[in-house]
């Protein structure tokens, strides 16, 4: 057992509880429905989903991944939400201990969660996400964070900046749009909570994994190459790296070219 494993546990049921509401924010967002009603309904029968039915992870362990009304299959993406969400808040209290930065990176984190599911199912990326967000990581950087204010300001604009500038290229080359500009918003928001230089190792790992799964699903066939993949997952990915490993990956890449 790692040390602390009672504080590990609960932080980790934290995140699955918060993970629970991520899943409603998944699915009801890109449909422009209420975050808090109606309550959760079976999407197959519409059975209403009593709480003891509604336990982040343990429910789906319990019911065997089936409605208790009419056995449909309840989809796995439910408990992975859940578990990924812990998974992350218990690392970030590792890493930044009990500090403002460790709760405002959870957020983040959350926010980023979000993003990567609809934008995968919808090729959307919703403003009512990243436009607010892009206000919490500034006011967060001018008051509570670790990091400078300047730092964050110059990351939103290089984020928001850079993919724009890449965005606009790729429209006027391709003749058909590369890139949408909730890409931009998104990148601007990672900006505005990690600041400029997390916002290159974004742009790096995010562009280096999404090339690498792209050719490894067109090889796969499970995907051909006029197939929009969407760029918020990566870019979702990437932050994360900045975020655990940003001075060690920009170490590394710089010892790559010396
Ligand atoms: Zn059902």
Redesign the pocket.
């Known amino acids: 057992m790692p040390p602390q494993w009672e504080l590990t546990l609960l932080i980790g049921a934290l995140g699955a509880v918060i993970g629970s509401f991520l899943n409603v924010c998944i699915h009801r967002l890109p449909r422009g429905e209420s975050l808090v009603r109606p309550r959760s309904h ?6 209403l989903i009593r709480a003891f039915d509604n336990v982040p992870l343990l429910s789906f362990l319990w019911l065997r991944g089936r ?6 299959a309840i989809s796995i993406r439910y408990p992975a939400v859940e578990l990924l969400n812990g998974l992350g808040y218990v690392l970030l209290w590792r890493r930044f201990g009990w500090t403002p930065d460790a709760l405002i990176y959870g957020v983040f984190f959350s926010a980023l969660v979000v993003v990567t599911f609809i934008d995968w199912d919808h090729q959307i990326i919703p403003n009512r996400i990243t436009l607010p967000g892009i206000v919490v990581g500034l006011v967060s950087a001018a008051t509570v964070l670790t990091g400078s204010f300047v730092d964050a300001v110059i990351g939103a604009a290089l984020g928001g900046g850079l993919l724009y500038a890449v965005a606009v290229a790729s429209e006027w080359v391709l003749k058909k749009e590369g890139m949408g500009l909730g890409d931009v918003k998104l990148l601007a928001m990672i900006g505005a909570f990690l600041g400029w230089k997390a916002v290159l190792v974004t742009v790096f790992v995010g562009a280096l994994g999404g090339s690498l799964v792209g050719l490894a699903l067109m090889a796969l066939k499970l995907k051909r190459r006029e197939d929009p993949i969407p760029f918020g997952p990566f870019l979702a990915v990437g932050a994360v790296s900045a975020l655990f490993a940003g001075p060690e990956l920009i170490a590394w890449y710089l010892r790559l070219g010396a």
Not at 67 to 72: Q, V
Request: with cysteine; aromatic share 0%.
């Open positions: 079976c999407p197959a029968c519409g059975a409605c208790r009304g009419c056995r449909a």
